[in-house]
């Protein structure tokens, strides 16, 4: 089992190789034309601001893993198009707004175990002004 620095690789068959997106998984999404108003996923679609991609020295294929999903994140929420995408992979809060393709904005929250701190994070949708659901395409 990976030791208490590494957290194993996808290519070394870990403990979270079922919990992670394939590239098969990402292009049924990407053709399925869905939409979503949030998303909430483990994995985000950027690393947080200023921080260096982080190599395991126990474990060098870790990073490639790593970055291969946050670029399969960062495919779905363009396909998605969420408002707003919440997610806790790297145990850091952060908040940051991106661009996707054709223009779209996306405001990502990056979870660090509030609900142990603060009590469970809580969303007020109307807060995020969405339109009635009969009123969507």
Not at 100 to 122: F, Q, S, V
């Amino acid at each position: 089992p990976p030791g208490p620095t590494s957290a194993g690789t996808i290519s070394k068959g870990n403990w979270w190789s079922t919990e992670a997106a394939t590239e098969a998984e990402v292009q049924a999404v990407e053709k399925s034309g869905k939409r979503v108003d949030i998303a909430l996923t483990h994995d985000g679609p950027v690393r947080p601001p200023g921080q260096p991609l982080w190599r395991d020295p126990l474990d060098p294929t870790l990073a490639d893993d790593l970055e291969r999903q946050t670029r399969y994140i960062r495919r779905v929420a363009s396909a998605w198009r969420p408002q707003h995408l919440w997610h806790g992979h790297h145990h850091q809060r952060f908040d940051h707004t991106i661009n996707l393709d054709g223009g779209h904005r996306l405001r990502i929250t990056a979870l660090a175990a509030e609900n142990l701190a603060t009590g469970p994070l809580c969303v007020d949708l109307a807060e995020m002004d969405l339109p009635p659901l009969d009123e969507r395409p």
